[in-house]
């Protein structure tokens, strides 16, 4: 069975990569969010198959760097882990360190562009673009700022 780590900071971008759910019983699924009241639920829903990331805000900067610099780590941990085949994320910052380090150890990553971003880049794809194995875009609009996307529509 493949080893798959579905990963996404919270809010959108989890609610985005949650309708993907239905693939979790496909493999061998681990899911990575940050912790937070809104997403205690998925330890329940999923259980043994949900690990925490730190949950920050780039508006708290002090805080941010040492959560940045402790999810990296954790990052590290969760990727020896786990050794994941596959990556899958809709983003952002939480994802970026777990996909690099996944990708060094021969994972396939494969991130799906939020659907909030309709023109314009962001940081976590701009990073994450040129190590996916599949980029994969909700707006044809995006085509022309990711070369390497696919347009696949909404996922909603």
Same mark, same amino acid.
């Given at each position: ?31 990575? !969010? ?6 205690? =639920? &998925?330890? /329940?829903?999923?259980?043994?198959? #949900?690990? @925490? ?38 983003? !952002? ?6 996909? =690099? &380090?996944? /990708?060094?150890?021969?994972?396939? #990553?494969? @991130? ?45």
């Amino acid at each position: 069975m493949k080893r798959v780590v579905f990963i996404a900071s919270t809010g959108g971008h989890l609610n985005e990569l949650l309708q993907f759910k239905s693939l979790f019983e496909l493999f061998n699924t681990t899911l990575i !969010t940050e912790n937070g009241e809104a997403t205690k =639920y &998925l330890k /329940k829903t999923y259980p043994g198959h #949900v690990h @925490y990331l730190f949950f920050g805000s780039r508006q708290h900067l002090f805080s941010y760097i040492f959560k940045f610099i402790a999810n990296a780590l954790l990052s590290l941990i969760y990727v020896l882990s786990f050794r994941p085949q596959y990556v899958v994320s809709t983003g !952002t910052h939480t994802a970026v360190v777990f996909c =690099y &380090l996944a /990708k060094l150890l021969g994972a396939k #990553v494969i @991130y799906i562009e939020t659907y909030a971003n309709v023109e314009k880049t962001n940081i976590s794809g701009k990073l994450i673009h040129p190590i996916a194995d599949l980029y994969l875009v909700q707006w044809e609009s995006l085509l022309k700022v990711y070369p390497k996307a696919k347009y696949v529509g909404k996922v909603y």
